[in-house]
């Protein structure tokens, strides 16, 4: 009888250190997505900038870029909460379950 309650403990701590391995492990590749996800849209954001000779429009939710290959947009989407660039080569979702993003702009004072 002691026996087969001490096995029941260590069957339980057992499988409660597998569930919270396998959770921490999901944890884990979710975040490595979500940062390769963010590396990629500054990858983007970096050189359509860094080409740009003019913002042609700028919003909140909303950047155009004027460069020598053409006209390149990055939009957010509050509703399907995905931040897109749209440029020449078409349309690229950058990032999906974004729940909040703004762009802010600066002046070379650091004035809003």
């Known amino acids: 009888m002691v026996s087969t309650v001490i096995t029941a403990m260590v069957f339980t701590a057992v499988l409660s250190a597998y569930i919270f391995l396998g959770r921490s492990l999901i944890r884990l590749g979710n975040a490595d997505s979500i940062e390769s996800g963010v590396r990629r849209t ?6 359509d900038a860094a080409m740009a000779t003019a913002v042609t429009s700028a919003g909140a939710s909303q950047l155009t870029l004027s460069t020598p290959n053409g006209a390149v947009s990055y939009t957010y989407d509050s509703v399907g909460q995905t931040l897109t660039r749209t ?3 078409g349309n690229l979702a950058l990032l999906s379950g974004v729940t909040s993003f703004k762009f802010d702009y600066y002046d070379s004072n650091q004035n809003a």
């Open 42 to 47: 500054l990858y983007y954001f970096r050189q």
């Open 87 to 89: 440029g020449t080569t």
